[in-house]
């Protein structure tokens, strides 16, 4: 038993002999059978890259190959460090022969002749390439190739020109688009194309000095804010200059633009210009923008199939083209070739148009832009935020010069909201878009409802004036007022009756539109002469009588003064499209809802003093009743007539707008076509003296027929009587 654990504890203190002695070995050193020895630790990829690994006795250390340094020290390990390039040629640390130049490598370098030369005599020597011999037709037809150290020039010929690009082929240039047009182009415009034809004219010269692209791009901004402030551009004609000339001009200025972007902003114009040079056509996208639209196209269609060695896109926006004249402040013109296509018109009647945003001009080098196989996008900004309706829709149009009006052909809507419209277009030129406004169809019920009203209220209006006139227990200055009220009025009806859809011809539409201003204007002035006159009769110690030239003066003076000064300071204010009528452009509208807002408002004023006196005059010890429930009856009625007449124009607001409502437009044409039978009804059928003398006249017309026939009766009782008497009394006559 002691024998087993001896040898038991025997075999332990061995075995704890040996794992003390593998432990024994330092780090670097391996063991082996007769003991430890040195590990080499190169043997594996331990420094990495760009370097060598050094083995030591217990260790290691890394240095870097030639053409590199250590990060840290001179030797590392790969805690300490890694090894990076040395670039020879900055550190000028290797010197090349005379005209080569050093270029840099991975951990090396190389002595290499510049661009534009190669190596001769053994490679020691770099000797001038002579590009013009070895590459035929580099500068192309139009000019002659100049060898120049390194380098090469293409001297353009006289008329052609590379906008400075000595590198690039001659294109031919032409200035006559920069000659005067005609006499009726404003100064500014003829001084702008007077600069541009000089600095195309300089381009023509192969040695004529040039200008800055940028200060030829100044200058023409300056003068086109000149020109939009000034509003110069009242036609069409005018309007198709500027836009041609500033067309044409960044066709000249845009390839003499240096940097790849410019941007430039004045007073009235945003532009941005994107330019690309280079012996190799551009590639990708372009995008430009301004502070009203987007504009989206490729370099490969910038550049075109000819590709000259540059390529350039534009965008320019006209910041107060839209309200520099009247031309563009109501309704757009379109071309007549537009007009004639059934998209321009609807079975309600012929459409009309209005800007909904800023002009633009998108312009790139491709001189082949009137059937471009990639279509450009444009996204406008909307002036006015309105979402499409039944009345109204966006069009994407550009500006035809031969017509001299906005067109539609080439450009198609992509999408539309409230905000912006997304147009493409097959051709470049200046751009907008414009509302669509569809004219409210009027319904059978409403044309019924106008023409049945309207022949009531002449016939009542009729009625009206000849009982003024004729009905001599009324006679006075307030009989008079009513006469002349009515006689306005129908007048007015009648020609509203006749002539207010006269569309078709502009002079006789005019004409009725501003009859029917007159008769109108001229119906409230006999309105407000009525109020006076009742002021008179009650404040002013029942004076009753007023001056017919006064009368006359107030009742169709003042009324033919407002429709002359309208008539000068605006003539095409008469007549629209839709209704003979007052036109909507320029606030027109107000040369006739102005002064009728002045008329209701003295009015009333006369009305609440005359109703505050006849108060007063009640209460009074001795009121003469009579007199005063007679002019309190005037008053009523007369209050009621300016409510009828005052509160229809409240709804005739309405009425001529782009969308008013079914429900104004009812209440309108209700009012309007009721206004003679109101005036009859409360001027003579509750009149008690009027309608006195109507029972006089009735009698005496039904009198008139009894005793024609009571005579009738009798000469037929004697003539049966007195047979051959009345025979006889024929013969004599035949004989």
Same mark, same amino acid.
């Given at each position: ?72 020290? &001179?030797?590392? /390990?790969?805690? *300490?460090? @890694? $090894?990076? +390039? =040395?670039? !020879? %040629? ?5 010197? #090349? ?19 534009? &030369?190669?190596? /001769?005599?053994? *490679?020691? @020597? $770099?000797? +001038? =390439?002579? !590009? %013009? ?5 580099? #500068? ?19 008329? &052609?020109?590379?906008?400075?690009? *000595? ?7 032409? %200035? ?32 004529? *000095? ?526």
């Amino acid at each position: 038993m002691e024998l087993k654990w001896t040898l038991l504890v025997v075999l332990l203190l061995g075995l704890s002999l040996h794992t003390s002695g593998s432990s024994s070995c330092s780090i670097g050193y391996q063991e082996s059978k007769s003991g430890c020895h040195d590990e080499n630790e190169c043997e594996s990829n331990i420094c990495g890259n760009n370097s060598k690994c050094i083995n030591t006795v217990g260790s290691y250390y890394c240095n870097c190959n030639d053409g590199f340094r250590s990060t840290t020290t &001179y030797n590392f /390990t790969t805690i *300490d460090g @890694e $090894c990076i +390039d =040395i670039n !020879e %040629c900055i550190e000028k640390t290797v010197e #090349c022969s005379i005209g080569k130049v050093c270029v840099n490598s991975i951990g090396s370098h190389r002595c290499e002749c510049p661009y534009g &030369y190669r190596e /001769t005599r053994g *490679d020691s @020597e $770099c000797t +001038d =390439i002579d !590009e %013009c011999k070895n590459q035929s037709g580099l #500068c192309g037809l139009h000019a002659d190739c100049q060898n120049h150290p390194g380098s090469y020039i293409c001297k353009c010929h006289h008329g &052609y020109s590379n906008y400075g690009n *000595d590198q690039s082929k001659c294109i031919e240039i032409t %200035c006559e688009q920069f000659e005067a047009e005609t006499q009726n182009t404003p100064e500014k415009l003829k001084s702008l194309r007077s600069l541009l034809m000089k600095s195309c004219e300089t381009l023509r010269d192969p040695d004529g *000095d040039r200008n800055l692209g940028e200060v030829l791009l100044e200058n023409l901004f300056t003068s086109v804010d000149q020109l939009l402030s000034e509003g110069n551009l009242a036609d069409s004609d005018t309007l198709s200059q500027f836009l041609g000339t500033v067309e044409n001009s960044m066709h000249l200025i845009g390839p003499q633009l240096k940097e790849p972007v410019t941007r430039m902003e004045t007073h009235n114009t945003y532009a941005e210009v994107a330019v690309r040079q280079g012996k190799t056509p551009p590639t990708g996208s372009v995008i430009l923008s301004t502070d009203s639209a987007h504009f989206n196209t490729s370099w490969e269609t910038a550049a075109g199939e000819s590709y000259p060695g540059f390529a350039f896109a534009a965008l320019v926006s006209y910041k107060d083209l839209n309200t520099s004249s009247d031309y563009f402040s109501g309704i757009g013109r379109i071309s007549q070739e537009d007009e004639s296509s059934e998209r321009y018109y609807t079975k309600k009647g012929k459409v009309t148009y209005q800007l909904n945003s800023r002009v633009v001009t998108a312009v790139i080098s491709n001189p082949e832009t009137k059937q471009l196989t990639d279509p450009v996008t444009l996204v406008f900004k909307h002036v006015e935020e309105r979402a499409e309706s039944k009345v109204m829709n966006y069009s994407c149009v550009y500006w035809n010069e031969t017509h001299g009006a906005w067109s539609g052909r080439g450009c198609v809507r992509a999408w539309s909201n409230n905000t912006h419209t997304e147009c493409s277009c097959s051709h470049l030129s200046s751009f907008a878009v414009l509302m669509a406004l569809y004219p409210i169809k009027d319904t059978f019920a409403l044309v019924l409802i106008t023409r049945v009203g309207l022949v009531l209220s002449l016939v009542c209006l009729l009625l009206c004036i000849l009982t003024f006139r004729f009905c001599r227990s009324i006679q006075g200055t307030r009989n008079s007022i009513h006469l002349h009220l009515s006689v306005c009025l129908f007048i007015a009806d009648l020609v509203f009756l006749c002539g207010i859809s006269s569309t078709h011809n502009r002079g006789a539409c005019a004409f009725v539109a501003g009859l029917l201003h007159f008769f109108f204007l001229a119906a409230f002035c006999w309105m407000l002469l009525e109020g006076v006159q009742l002021y008179r009769m009650v404040v002013l110690v029942f004076q009753t009588t007023l001056k017919h030239l006064y009368l006359y003066a107030v009742g169709y003076g003042a009324p033919l003064v407002i429709v002359i000064i309208s008539a000068i300071a605006y003539p095409r204010g008469y007549g629209t499209e839709q209704h003979c009528w007052l036109s909507l452009e320029g606030d027109f509208i107000w040369s006739f809802f102005a002064p009728v807002c002045i008329i209701i408002i003295l009015n009333s004023f006369c009305f609440i003093i005359t109703v505050w006196k006849l108060a007063e005059k009640f209460s009074s010890l001795n009121p003469d009743l009579s007199k005063l429930r007679m002019i309190r009856g005037f008053t009523v009625t007369a209050v009621a007539q300016l409510c009828v007449l005052g509160g229809m124009w409240v709804f005739g607001c309405f009425l001529f707008q782009e969308e008013g409502t079914k429900f104004m437009l009812y209440l309108f044409t209700i009012l309007n076509s009721l206004q003679g039978a109101l005036i009859f009804f409360m001027h003579c059928i509750l009149s008690k003296t009027v309608r006195e003398e109507y029972y006089k006249l009735i009698g005496r017309v039904c009198s008139q027929k009894e005793k024609k026939y009571s005579e009738f009766s009798t000469n037929q009782s004697s003539n049966s009587q007195h047979p051959l008497r009345s025979d006889q009394t024929r013969r004599e006559s035949k004989i």
